[in-house]
């Protein structure tokens, strides 16, 4: 019995001496005293950046013939922290189907906290950007990694602008032979569209001119789209509109964009026996755009 | 003979109406059939903005001649409005309350069409400064249904419920009360 202890004894101890020297080898590899040295690699994952918040545009109206400065306001968030944003790429473009897309030319981080940069953007839109419910706002920005985060949810209106301007006020023949026709004024009228609608209708509405008593009839008077012509002109009808745009060169402003122009050119039917001097329509006439 | 024809030179001037920077902006309508739309709740106010401007360097002296038939527009225009230069965008907001009486039909449509002339001019013989000259505009007023506010409803339904369930619960309680009265209740025999 005594004989089975003192095996059971050795063996353990023999046991446990076997593990030390195993633990005491294999810590002489790694350690030396108490202090051990290795290398711990720990790889962060970039974060991507979000845009969670775009603030909302009131209805923009635009400025006849001229450009409009819209702001707009948005959130960026980086679990990163704000830093690894990069403030130059953050951008809003401003787009509608059918339109050209306006694009913000300076953004200015106006508010940092730990992780969020608020971005206050401005776009330039045109006189002639189209009316309607539907402008859609992308705010976009990358951060450090070149990960795009964009918000493209908030949409807008552009409310209808009406905006028509003429070059000139005053027509003029300095001097007209009577008895001849087709005589074209010394200048023409530009009628412009400085806003974003188009229109249908180039009513003109003519009057007789006289000088003392001598009348030349307002139906003595035609327009035409085209310069140097002497015949299919439209004639003006005394205090009645008359539809410029039944005349093939006179289109009339159906469309809007940076450039759309009419432009009018005047003729008169120079009666016989007329008197030497002014003659002055009796009301001025009017361009009706509708 | 020689025949002589004698020519008369005469100058003729016409003047057109004064040129001018000016225009308006206006509420965005959206369009159906080439009309415009404003849809609005009966008995509700809804308000419809006209933004003059004047990019001249001149003021400019305009009126709003308003064609109302239904008297939808609720609010008094001023006789006429002094746009000051370089007035741009939505610097100067003129205010149409229009509103059509509760009860009107879902549907019903009510033309209004206003126009912008110069008060300074004589409309009658046509001499109108402000551009687009004698502007002209028509939008149709379109009466919309009530958007139906049935969180009350449900409130009402929420309420009967509750109080079936309470009546039913009571119901049952009171029943097992009795019967329990009934079965195990303590009776004294007097003798």
């Known amino acids: 019995m005594k004989k089975n202890i003192n095996k059971k004894v050795i063996s353990s101890g023999l046991f446990v001496c076997l593990l030390l020297s195993v633990f005491s080898f294999a810590s002489a590899i790694d350690c030396s005293g108490e202090e051990c040295s290795g290398t711990i690699s720990l790889t962060l994952g970039n974060s991507a950046p979000t845009v969670p918040h775009v603030g909302s545009v009131s209805e923009v109206i635009l400025t006849g013939g001229t450009t409009k400065t819209i702001y707009v306001v948005f959130n960026a968030s980086d679990s990163n922290g704000y830093l690894d944003l990069d403030h130059g790429t953050a951008s809003v473009t401003l787009f509608k189907s059918g339109e050209t897309n306006r694009t913000s030319s300076v953004c200015v981080a106006q508010e940092n906290t730990t992780k969020q940069t608020v971005f206050n953007c401005s776009i330039e839109m045109e006189f002639y950007d189209s009316a309607g419910a539907d402008w859609g706002i992308d705010a976009t920005v990358d951060d450090d990694a070149a990960e795009t985060a964009k918000n493209d949810t908030e949409v807008f209106t552009v409310a209808s602008l009406d905006f028509v301007t003429q070059d000139v006020s005053v027509i003029t023949w300095a001097s007209v032979i009577t008895g001849t026709n087709d005589n074209e004024a010394d200048n023409s009228i530009i009628i412009t569209n400085g806003g974003n609608n188009d229109y249908t209708v180039l009513n003109l509405t003519g009057y007789d001119a006289t000088y003392s008593g001598n009348v030349i009839n307002a139906e003595n008077f035609s327009v035409d789209g085209l310069t140097g012509q002497s015949a299919d002109q439209t004639y003006m009808v005394n205090d009645t509109a008359v539809d410029a745009t039944a005349n093939a060169d006179l289109v009339g402003l159906t469309t809007h964009g940076a450039a759309v122009t009419e432009e009018i050119f005047f003729y008169v039917d120079a009666p016989d026996a007329l008197l030497v001097g002014e003659y002055v329509q009796d009301s001025s006439w009017v361009i009706k755009i509708a | ?191």
């Open chain 2, 1 to 191: 003979m020689k025949n002589i024809k004698l020519f008369t030179i005469v100058v003729i001037t016409l003047f057109m109406a004064n040129m001018v920077y000016a225009g308006f902006a206006s509420t965005y309508l959206p369009k159906e059939d080439g009309k415009l739309i404003l849809e609005i709740e009966p008995g509700v106010v809804s308000d419809y903005f006209i933004y003059p401007q004047n990019l001249g360097e001149e003021k400019q002296l305009i009126k709003i001649v308003l064609n109302d038939p239904n008297n939808t527009v609720q609010n008094l225009l001023e006789e006429s409005y002094e746009i000051m230069p370089d007035t741009q965008s939505d610097e100067f907001p003129i205010k149409l309350e229009i509103k059509v009486p509760r009860g009107t039909l879902a549907g019903t449509s009510f033309p209004v069409s206003y126009e912008i002339l110069t008060a300074e001019g004589d409309v009658e013989k046509g001499l109108v400064s402000f551009s687009p000259i004698g502007f002209e505009k028509t939008f149709y007023i379109r009466v919309k249904e009530l958007e139906k506010n049935n969180s009350l409803l449900y409130w009402i339904i929420g309420v009967i419920i509750v109080l079936v369930i309470i009546i039913f619960i009571s119901y049952i309680i009171i029943k097992k009360k009795s019967k329990k009265e009934t079965n195990g209740g303590t009776y004294e025999i007097s003798q």
